[in-house]
């Protein structure tokens, strides 16, 4: 998220950087898990001034982010192991 919201990288490079080969499974992951596209999340970071770090959240918002960051790391992990096979 914090790449989203303080960054001016591209979505692409984004997805990328945080194990994604494909830009589309990335946007699909960010709606799943917060309900908007990744350039939805950054266009209201820039009007809203969201918080922009995990520590800007409460304490259940932060729980419920790095529950679905983990969940994000196994798909990554499940997508790279069959992809070794």
Known sequence: MRYLTDSALPIT???AKIGFSETSV???RCK?????SPS???RNA???GQPATLEDYSAADRAELL???RELELEVERLR???ET
Do not use: C, M, P, V
């Open 13 to 15: 490079d984004i997805a």
């Open 26 to 28: 990335f946007s699909r």
């Open 32 to 36: 799943e898990w917060f309900g908007t």
């Open 40 to 42: 939805q999340i950054r």
């Open 46 to 48: 820039k009007q809203t």
């Open 67 to 69: 529950h679905r960051i």
């Open 81 to 83: 192991n069959a992809l």
